[in-house]
C-alpha cells in the first residue's frame, strides 16, 4: 500500500506543481500533519457512505479539509487545535453536501473566478486519485479496498493542506 500511495503523491505533486499550486518542495507543518489521523477516523463513516455514489465529492472534501486545517493553523490554532472534532466542527457548519462550498466561501474567502478554479483543481485531484484507485482493482468491501481509500484520503489532505499553504506564502526553499 505504500508504494500506492506513493505514486498518488507523485502524480498529485506533479499535476498541482505543473497547475502552479504547489511549490517544487511541499512544505511541513507538523500541526497539520497531526491532525490527519484524528480527522480521517471523524471522516471515514461519511466519506465511506457518499463513495459509492459520489466519489469524487467522497475523495475531493478531504482536498478541502485539508486546506481548511492550513487556513485554521495559520489564523488561530490556539483555539481550533483545542476542538475535539475538528472535522465535525468544519462538516456541520453547512452540513456534508455543503462543506466544499462552505470551506472555499467562508475559511478559504474565495470568491469569483478564485472559488470556481479551486473547485475545478480539486475535482480534478480527486477524479485523478479515483481513477488510480480503480485500476489497482481492489476487492470492494476488503481491508485492501479500505486502506486504498484512506491512502487516497491521506494524499489528498496534505495536498490540500499544501496548496494553502503555498497560497498564504509559505513555501519551502534551499537555503545556501
Avoid at 121 to 143: H, I
Wanted: glycine share 6%.
Amino acid at each position: 500500500m505504500e508504494q500506492f500511495e506513493d505514486k498518488l503523491h507523485q502524480d498529485l505533486h506533479q499535476f498541482l506543481l505543473s497547475m502552479k499550486e504547489v511549490d517544487e518542495r511541499i512544505p511541513e507543518c507538523p500541526d497539520v500533519e497531526g491532525k490527519w489521523e484524528e480527522i480521517a477516523k471523524a471522516y471515514i463513516p461519511d466519506g465511506i457512505r457518499e463513495f459509492q455514489d459520489f466519489p469524487s465529492a467522497s475523495l475531493g472534501w478531504m482536498m478541502y479539509i485539508g486546506m481548511a486545517v492550513a487556513k485554521m493553523w495559520d489564523t488561530e490554532w490556539e483555539i481550533y487545535s483545542k476542538l475535539p472534532n475538528l472535522y465535525a466542527y468544519i462538516r456541520d457548519k453547512r452540513g456534508y453536501d455543503n462543506m466544499d462550498e462552505y470551506i472555499r466561501g467562508e475559511l478559504l474567502l474565495l470568491k469569483g473566478v478564485d472559488f470556481t478554479v479551486l473547485e475545478k483543481v480539486v475535482g480534478e485531484c480527486a477524479s485523478r486519485v479515483y481513477n488510480a484507485l480503480m485500476r489497482q482493482r481492489f476487492e470492494p468491501g476488503t481491508k485492501e479496498a479500505f486502506n486504498g481509500y484512506v491512502a487516497c484520503l491521506h494524499q489528498l489532505y496534505l495536498m490540500g493542506a499544501a496548496m494553502q499553504l503555498k497560497r498564504m506564502g509559505y513555501h519551502m526553499t534551499k537555503i545556501n
